[in-house]
Every structure is written in structure tokens, then in C-alpha cells.
């Protein structure tokens, strides 16, 4: 069977994640310090493990609700009422999702007609253009960078705006770059997208790492309710990958469209991890903020020592990545990552994974151990200073 000509043109066109090749070589070495997967190194907090647990117990092993446990619901909808003033019914306007991984996929096929183009800062988390490319759209990166601590301006979005464009979709805190944008630059893209009247996809997984700052949430913006839908889950600030809960936060008349994606693909998340996030949203602040405090102590190590090393860095503000430049050593991203793997036995993450404007980057997660991150922090200086030398 010619499989390539059989399978559909959009996913063959697909390039494979340039993450997923360096684990896989990484997993075949010995003592090898990852930097490069964008998981928290700690456990989900205690309340959540005893409340999956409890939930097991207790034989809750069925189908929930396709929206997901009204609790659950209520608990999300009492969040952004909280944290940002924006209300939303948790009847109608939440859906409970596999993680954010799913909300992005359903939120696309919801709302891409072939050939449609969707905005998308580059650099990006990986999954964006290619869930737009799988649900028949079309990616638009458009540029930000190291000069404008890789904020999105509208002047950027200008210049990629066609009569074909639909949305924006947006991460920040940002993976890869850990920038954060302020309320005023979002107002600046708010104003822009009410002017070209596009959909706002806003990946806010990242939120509660926010280090410096407050986060704002895209809906809150005067008149982006309406035309924005908000993804959040647990996967990072609470440790919960692995338990796959995300959800969707959008307008009613929306969410009734996507939730028959959401039915027919998924039916509903699964029942132990919706009972964790509920645990997690009631229990788990103090959690939250203690993990918020090692990876910000983190941060301040790795920001440290990449500008000791005289790498031109950028100081990350949320999430918990730093996106160094690495061209000073002479070295292409690809090159200085696969190096860097079998000469130091670090791993890290080529910017150019993540776009064009990644490229002569690395990704480096400070997802990781302060010792672990030390001592890799001592072997990727050593490389530097052998790549420069060789110059
Ligand atoms: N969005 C961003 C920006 C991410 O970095 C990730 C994971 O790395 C995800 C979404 C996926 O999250 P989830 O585990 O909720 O599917």
C-alpha cells in the first residue's frame, strides 16, 4: 500500500516534532541530564493524588458528563470570576478536555474551513501550526523577537493580516521563549483583533508561572469575551501531565459547536484526573505557589549563568524555559544541541523546533532538579567554551 499517497495530504505534510528526536536519542545514553522536556520534576500536589485515589475507592471508574463534572465546572467558572472578572455559565460556556493538547485540536477543527489562515507567534509551541495544518488551516508565523523580549506586536500581526485570516492563537507565558506580555501589549493585539474580527485562541497554561507581573487573561480585555476562547489546564502549575485535564473557557453559541467535536471524538475526560483538578482548584494553592517559588529560584540560576557564559540571553518572565542564543559559538542550533548530547550527555531542545525565529537558540527547561540543573549548567559552559575555542 503506497501510504503516503493513501493517508490525507494535511497530516502526511506534517513535519514530525524536532523534540520527540532528541529524547529518543537521548533515552539510548547513559547519565544524561534532560533540559529538555517541558514537565514540572515534581509530583502532582498530595491532595490531588489522594483525591484520585479516594475517587478509585469510591468506584468512580465511569463516564462523566461529556462537558466534564459540574463540580469541576463550577470550580473553573469561580476561578476567572476570582482571578480576572470575567464570568462564565459552567453549565454552557466550560468544557473539561483532554489536556490542553485536546481543546487546541477541537477548538481548530471547530473553526477552520480549508485554506483558512491562522496567526501564530513564531517561535511557538510546536503543537500550534501543525494542529492548524491537521484541521485543514493554514500557519502564519509571524516574527517576534529577542529586541522586543519576544512580545507580539500588532505592527508584526499587520504585515501577515490577509482577507483569508480567522484567528490568532496566542501562548504566554510563552514556551518556548518564557516572555510574558504586559495588559498593555495585549490591548494592542485586543485592538487589532477586533479590527480585522478575529477568533482569539489563548493558550494560558502557563499563567500561574508568571513571575514578574500579573497575568491578564485575554477574555478580560474590554470587548474580547465575545470573540475568545481561553485553553487552561493542570499539566503545569499543578504537576498533573500525566493526568491529562485541560478545558476550554469560550461563548456559549461556540462551545455548543465544539462540544460535538469534543462528544463524538472524546465522549469526556478521564473521571480520576477530573477528580484530582477538583482537588487541585479547592486545595492546592499553597501547592502551587511553593513549586512557583523553586522554579523562580531556578530561573534566577540558569538566566545567571547563561550570561556568565557571554550567551546573549533573554530573561525569561514566565513559564519555566530559557531561550539562550547560541550563535556566538559558531555552532547552528541543530549542531550545538546534537554536540552538546553526545560530547556533555545534556540534552536541550534546538530553537529552530519551534519556528524560524528559534533558529540559533536552544530551549532549556528549568523543569528540573536545582542539582541535576547545576551540574548541566557546569557541562553546557565547559562545551561553550571548547565551540568557541575551535573557532
Ligand atoms: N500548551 C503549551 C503552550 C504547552 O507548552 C503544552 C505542553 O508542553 C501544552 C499546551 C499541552 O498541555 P496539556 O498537557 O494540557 O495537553
Redesign the pocket.
Known amino acids: 500500500m503506497q501510504w503516503q499517497e493513501k493517508a490525507a495530504p494535511q497530516i502526511v505534510a506534517v513535519k514530525p516534532s524536532g523534540i520527540r528526536k532528541f529524547f529518543d536519542l537521548a533515552s539510548t545514553m547513559e547519565n544524561v541530564i534532560s533540559l529538555g522536556v517541558?514537565e514540572p520534576d515534581f509530583s502532582a500536589p498530595p491532595a490531588v493524588i489522594r483525591a484520585c485515589v479516594a475517587s478509585l475507592e469510591a468506584g468512580n471508574t465511569s463516564y462523566t458528563g461529556n462537558a466534564g463534572l459540574p463540580e469541576l465546572r463550577q470550580e473553573i467558572a469561580a476561578l476567572f470570576a476570582a482571578s480576572y472578572g470575567v464570568e462564565y455559565d459552567p453549565q454552557t460556556e466550560i468544557i473539561v478536555t483532554c489536556?490542553?493538547?485536546e481543546a487546541i485540536d477541537m477548538v481548530l477543527r471547530t473553526i477552520l474551513c480549508p485554506g483558512d489562515e491562522v496567526l501564530i507567534p513564531d517561535p511557538a509551541?510546536v503543537?500550534y501550526p501543525a494542529e492548524v495544518q491537521m484541521a485543514g488551516g493554514v500557519p502564519v508565523a509571524v516574527p517576534t523577537y529577542a529586541r522586543d523580549d519576544f512580545r507580539l506586536t500588532a505592527a508584526a500581526l499587520e504585515e501577515k493580516v490577509t482577507a483569508k485570516t480567522k484567528a490568532l492563537l496566542i501562548?504566554f507565558p510563552n514556551?518556548p521563549t518564557g516572555a510574558v506580555m504586559t495588559r498593555e501589549d495585549l490591548l494592542e493585539i485586543a485592538e487589532f483583533a477586533a479590527k480585522h474580527d478575529l477568533i482569539v485562541i489563548s493558550?494560558e497554561?502557563?499563567c500561574e508561572l508568571t513571575y514578574s507581573g500579573e497575568h491578564t487573561c485575554f477574555a478580560s480585555l474590554p470587548g474580547m469575551r465575545e470573540r475568545t476562547i481561553v485553553l487552561n489546564?493542570f499539566?503545569k502549575a499543578h504537576a498533573m501531565?500525566g493526568l491529562?485535564i485541560?478545558y476550554t473557557c469560550a461563548p456559549k453559541e461556540l462551545t455548543q459547536i465544539m462540544f460535538k467535536v469534543h462528544q463524538y471524538a472524546i465522549l469526556c475526560a478521564n473521571v480520576t484526573g477530573q477528580y484530582g483538578a477538583l482537588a487541585a482548584l479547592r486545595e492546592c494553592d499553597a501547592d502551587v505557589a511553593a513549586m512557583k517559588a523553586e522554579y523562580d529560584a531556578r530561573r534566577q540560576v540558569i538566566y545567571r549563568a547563561f550570561q556568565d557564559m557571554g550567551l546573549a540571553v533573554f530573561e525569561p518572565k514566565g513559564a519555566f524555559y530559557i531561550f539562550p542564543d547560541i550563535t556566538s559559538t559558531g555552532l547552528d542550533d541543530e549542531t550545538f544541541a546534537e554536540r552538546l548530547l553526545t560530547e556533555e550527555h545534556v540534552a536541550v531542545v534546538p530553537g529552530s523546533a519551534f519556528g524560524e525565529q528559534g533558529r540559533g537558540h536552544i530551549r532549556c527547561s528549568y523543569a528540573t532538579g536545582m542539582d541535576d540543573l547545576k551540574e548541566a549548567l557546569r557541562r553546557i559552559a565547559a562545551f561553550v567554551e571548547r565551540a568557541r575555542a575551535a573557532r
Open positions: 517541558g489536556g490542553v493538547s509551541y503543537a501562548g514556551n493558550d497554561i502557563y489546564g499539566s501531565t491529562r485541560g
